[in-house]
């Protein structure tokens, strides 16, 4: 595989994760199937190229989606 086939794949797997959890409305069920869906990422795609550039961005996404979370609860008054 190239460069630009690698690193699309790469962006678009991680493009795919946040998009299918982004307007979760983060529930404990909902929380576990983000942790799973994201171990099942990295472990799949363990020793391809690029490997450690996906298991960044999916922890980056997992930030933005724990950040997103926390200011949804403080605006539904869920959090002190």
Do not use: C
């Not at 994760?17 to 869906?37: D, P, R």
């Not at 550039?53 to 869920?78: M, P």
């Amino acid at each position: 595989m190239d460069f630009r086939d690698t690193y699309f794949n790469i962006w678009r797997l991680a493009w795919d994760f946040h998009k299918q959890f982004a307007n979760m409305s983060g529930t404990e069920k909902e929380w576990e199937a983000v942790v799973n869906t994201s171990g099942e990422i990295v472990e799949k795609y363990k020793n391809e190229p690029g490997y450690e550039f996906l298991k960044d961005l999916i922890l980056a996404t997992l930030n933005e989606l724990e950040r997103r979370d926390k200011i949804n609860r403080k605006e539904h008054g869920e959090l002190g």
